[in-house]
């Protein structure tokens, strides 16, 4: 936990925002989730927006705050003796509301007679429990307390979820310092994974060496590591291939520090330590996307429009290859830069990898006068919005050869003239794909990317870094 006067000035501010609403603002902390059967479980974590405004990580807690009054009322049970005898004694009721800076408790039973008749805000469930929980408690079904679609949840408060995210968008220095924390053993991680890459080693062991450092120094991973020599397949998370010479290895992995905050980054490796002339020209042109990306990353300039530069540089540069011929304006504004790149070049990040993402993703990542694109690779951009000093972002441009979609293209006409589905089938078809990552801070004059000293990212220092180890 933070220190205490964290979490009360955080719910002062929220409460602020939401000056005039009436009701009160609902919050459900997570419980144990049964995995094989309800006394084995997955492991622990705690909501994120509990976690934001209350700290207490401990399960089967929930709170409400008065919009009108500005009371916060903590419930929850203390532990019985069946609890002490398999889990040992632990706080009270009491004491975690004094630790985060709340007056006032009462039985989590209780919870329903202290909503009746009143208005609730809650914001979108992630877990199934708390969506029942929910539904009971308000009469609505508890697939209505989802998110639904990127749009986010309909029957969740709008101006409860619209303050929120203003709040965790803009990080503070104290969450600063942790992300930079979790960054820094994340880069320890991927270290590990580098140093493990040796022709005929199995996937599977990289994966665990490098997930062992999670465990030892953080909570564990941030999400499911991808570690894949077919980098084409954005999320491929089967590790049961032994290391084949002349592949590239991408290694997109994060650590959450035991502080619950994220860290996200990729490395694209030759898999025999040296570039094929093929690959090095691709992952140049990568990096120095990412690079640009970087340079453009300020206050006041939309994510979109960094997406959008990136992306004209890749079609520059791949035109320099023969793969694309024409304006490289014209070819992204057409939708083209999708074929390359399907994915937006980056997201939020800090207690959730994916940040707030449960609320509806474009009321977090985009402004309220932006429009999604339906275009692939613009479309699933995740952050667009203008930026702000305190915004934490991914830059993770990339370049895939996606078979079937190649395919598809061609047939339905998509860039004829434009694509040289020739070029593209004579050599490319057996590449993979490769993505760098870096996790970024915007700063008042710029931005700054988290952690310790870079991870190697030029193609230079891939083949240095592999030499020594």
Excluded at 231 to 246: D, K, N, T, V, W
Aim: glycine letters at 10%.
């Amino acid at each position: 936990m933070l220190n205490k006067e964290t979490y009360i000035r955080r719910r002062s501010e929220l409460l602020q925002l939401l000056k005039g609403e009436k009701g009160v603002a609902l919050f459900i902390g997570n419980v144990a989730s049964a995995a094989q059967y309800q006394e084995c479980a997955y492991k622990w974590r705690q909501d994120s927006t509990w976690l934001y405004l209350f700290g207490i990580d401990e399960p089967r807690l929930a709170a409400t705050i008065d919009l009108e009054t500005g009371e916060t009322t903590l419930f929850g049970d203390d532990c019985d003796i069946d609890d002490i005898i398999w889990n040992g004694p632990t706080p009270s009721i009491a004491d975690h509301a004094a630790s985060a800076g709340i007056g006032k408790t009462a039985p989590y039973g209780a919870l329903a007679a202290a909503l009746k008749g009143r208005q609730v805000h809650f914001v979108p469930v992630s877990r199934w429990y708390n969506a029942v929980m929910l539904a009971n408690l308000l009469g609505l079904r508890p697939e209505e307390t989802f998110r639904a679609g990127k749009a986010g949840c309909p029957k969740a408060s709008l101006p409860l979820v619209k303050a929120l995210v203003k709040m965790r968008l803009v990080k503070d220095a104290e969450e600063i310092a942790l992300i930079d924390a979790a960054c820094v053993l994340g880069q320890e991680m991927h270290t590990v994974a580098r140093k493990g890459i040796k022709i005929g080693q199995i996937e599977q062991q990289i994966v665990g060496d490098m997930e062992a450092v999670a465990l030892a120094k953080g909570w564990g991973v941030s999400f499911e590591t991808i570690l894949t020599q077919h980098g084409e397949i954005f999320h491929c998370h089967s590790h049961a291939q032994a290391i084949e010479p002349g592949r590239l290895l991408v290694i997109d992995a994060g650590l959450e520090s035991n502080d619950h905050y994220a860290s996200d980054f990729t490395r694209t490796y030759p898999t025999g330590g040296r570039w094929t002339s093929k690959q090095r020209d691709v992952y140049q042109i990568v990096y120095e996307c990412n690079q640009l990306a970087f340079e453009l990353t300020r206050p006041g300039v939309p994510y979109r429009e960094v997406h959008i530069r990136a992306m004209e540089h890749m079609l520059a540069r791949l035109g320099d290859l023969g793969l694309v011929h024409g304006d490289p304006s014209s070819l992204v504004a057409d939708g083209l830069a999708g074929l390359f790149c399907p994915h937006g070049l980056g997201h939020n990040m800090g207690l959730d990898v994916h940040d707030m993402e449960d609320y509806g993703e474009d009321l977090v990542g985009y402004d309220a006068d932006q429009v999604r694109s339906s275009q692939l690779g613009l479309g699933s951009l995740r952050m667009a919005r203008r930026l702000e000093a305190g915004n934490v972002v991914t830059d993770e441009p990339g370049i895939y050869f996606i078979p079937a979609l190649i395919a598809k293209w061609k047939a339905e006409g998509i860039g004829k003239g434009a694509i040289d589905y020739a070029r593209l089938e004579e050599g490319y078809l057996d590449f993979g794909g490769i993505r760098l990552e870096d996790d970024v801070l915007v700063t008042p004059d710029g931005a700054r990317r988290l952690g310790g000293p870079r991870l190697p990212a030029s193609p230079g220092e891939i083949e240095e870094a592999m030499a020594a180890d």
